[in-house]
């Protein structure tokens, strides 16, 4: 028997990409839904994605951008896309984040953000002094250490990608949601283009004799997208959301 799930991640605000992705699924007859985080941090009036995240009630796991809009709300501070999502989130949205959990277990899965104890570390990806590049398997199994789960669903670096250790550990990232580029200066500077402005997700098959996935690319109108994080003000966003480069 085949039990397929949809892996979804960083969504960051996007609900344009967001519905494009939900549509696609429904038209697969996918019933089962995950969610790995970074929901609302975004250029994005982040109601439309709250709201929508609610109603559906998916197991999701708390990203880092999540955990700062909370910490924002509680009047810490952070950077102008933090505040600009936090003053326009409800308390029930805030309320609704601050219990999502770092990990969760679903469908032999185990769900988090960045790696299963630190939700700002890059699993797939290591970055130098050179910039991102793809992780190699030992420095992966160092991360993970002593996990013996089967399959390992991530998100975070924006980077689809399907790795199969040779633990027999298969991990998928299904890539941005809503953020197909961006830049960062931590733990050095990066950046991360998949090339695209489609939005991502994945699909899981998991089956009795192994468990398969993929990636999947959805077209929406990321133009509009585009324009709407320009008007509001964050002309990079606007880049990488039109572009999938910085």
């Known amino acids: 028997m085949t039990h397929r799930v949809a892996v979804i991640s960083d969504i960051h605000g996007n609900v344009r990409a967001l519905d494009a992705v939900l549509a696609d699924i429904k038209r697969r007859g996918i019933c089962d839904i995950v969610n790995l985080g970074d929901c609302a941090y975004g250029p994005f009036d982040p109601k439309p994605v709250m709201n929508r995240l609610l109603e559906l009630d998916l197991p999701t796991v708390s990203g880092n951008e999540d955990r700062i809009l909370i910490e924002v709300a509680s009047c810490s501070s952070h950077s102008r896309t933090a505040a600009f999502c936090a003053e326009r989130l409800d308390s029930r949205h805030i309320d609704w984040l601050a219990k999502l959990p770092l990990t969760l277990n679903v469908h032999g899965a185990l769900l988090f953000h960045g790696t299963p104890t630190d939700d700002t ?73 998949t090339g695209t402005p489609d939005a991502r997700y994945a699909i899981v098959e998991i089956r009795e004799d192994g468990t398969t996935a993929e990636l999947i690319r959805v077209t929406y109108d990321w133009n509009a997208a585009a324009q709407e994080a320009e008007a509001n003000g964050f002309p990079n966003w606007a880049h990488w959301i039109a572009t999938g480069g910085t």
């Open 121 to 193: 570390q890059y699993l797939l990806t290591a970055v130098d002094e050179s910039g991102a590049h793809p992780r190699d398997e030992q420095e992966i199994h160092q991360i993970l250490g002593l996990s013996s789960h089967p399959l390992l669903l991530c998100g975070h670096d924006h980077t689809p990608r399907i790795v199969m250790l040779q633990s027999g550990c298969f991990v998928v990232n299904p890539g941005s949601v809503g953020c197909p580029a961006y830049t960062d200066d931590h733990p050095y500077p990066h950046t991360i283009e």
